[in-house]
């Protein structure tokens, strides 16, 4: 589908009241990451987070603003500074509560696209606008251009210049510490997904209580930033939630086998991609979402 007729099929759909029948304009084999990816506004509802995080929507969305008294968004062109009211009133608590962690404010990353949904590049997830990017680097002291915001890269947390296993002592700080810790206890946030060295690095520097080490979790990745996610807000039918991490502070044996090396898999004969997540994939409530002007 070309973005002309893609264009034209959107303002049709619009102008059709029926659920169903705005639906039945927009579905089809066009990807879904294509529809939700040429939308640039949220939809004119009201805020609901919709489906799971790697399979949904978003209504009523958010902006959050490119500067803000503690935080900069960056990567602008992406046009992915959108959430849930939830999210946009939790990164501006973080913000707040920075400097007394040591951390001068926040460099804020991919949040969601206006109406959520499957992006065209990077995340499976950032689907509902729960989900966002907090990079490792703090906000400089002064407002960044925006061609600094598309081209400055964040550091990478890990050892031998990102290639190790294990946090960098002198580049992960206390101050790298309290903001992550200062998230997680947070009564919103589901989740925090790091690297497995930050993750080892938390666990040893945290003498005290080390019941927020529970929803911070190791996954791929997440050297330059961190991945928080929250829970479903009220008000959002139909908002699938993860069942609730593992008991205990996870700086045991899970973590631990997160550093075994494992043998190289066995070759196996190609794959076929996956098909293409469609509109008829998302939840039914997406079709409204994409269409509502």
Request: hydrophobic share 40%; charged share 20%.
């Amino acid at each position: 589908m070309t973005l002309r007729l893609l264009t034209a099929v959107l303002v049709l759909a619009c102008g059709l009241t029926a659920g169903h029948r705005a639906a039945e304009a927009v579905e089809g084999p066009t990807p879904a990451k294509v529809l939700f990816g040429a939308v640039t506004q949220p939809a004119p509802l009201a805020a609901r987070s919709i489906g799971s995080y790697s399979r949904g929507c978003l209504a009523g969305a958010t902006a959050l603003p490119v500067n803000g008294p503690r935080w900069q968004v960056m990567r602008l062109s992406r046009n992915r500074n959108y959430g849930h009211p939830a999210l946009i009133d939790f990164l501006e608590r973080l913000a707040a509560k920075a400097p007394s962690v040591g951390w001068n404010g926040l460099l804020v990353g991919d949040l969601a696209q206006p109406r959520g949904g499957p992006m065209l590049t990077g995340h499976a997830s950032h689907q509902i606008g729960l989900d966002a990017d907090i990079w490792l680097t703090p906000m400089p002291s002064r407002i960044l251009s925006a061609d600094e915001r598309e081209t400055l890269s964040a550091t990478s947390m890990l050892s031998n210049g990102g290639k190790g296993k294990f946090a960098d002592p002198e580049i992960f700080t206390r101050a790298h510490f309290g903001i992550i810790k200062a998230a997680a206890r947070d009564r919103a946030v589901d989740r925090i997904f790091v690297n497995r060295g930050i993750k080892k690095a938390l666990c040893q520097m945290e003498t005290g209580d080390r019941s927020w080490l529970r929803v911070v979790r190791p996954w791929w990745g997440h050297d330059y930033h961190f991945h928080v996610r929250l829970g479903c807000p009220s008000g959002s039918a139909g908002c699938k939630a993860q069942d609730d991490p593992p008991p205990g502070d996870g700086c045991g044996a899970d973590l631990d086998a997160w550093f075994v090396e494992k043998p190289a898999p066995k070759p196996q004969k190609p794959r076929k991609p996956a098909p293409e997540v469609t509109l008829k994939d998302l939840p039914p409530a997406c079709s409204e979402v994409l269409v509502s002007n």
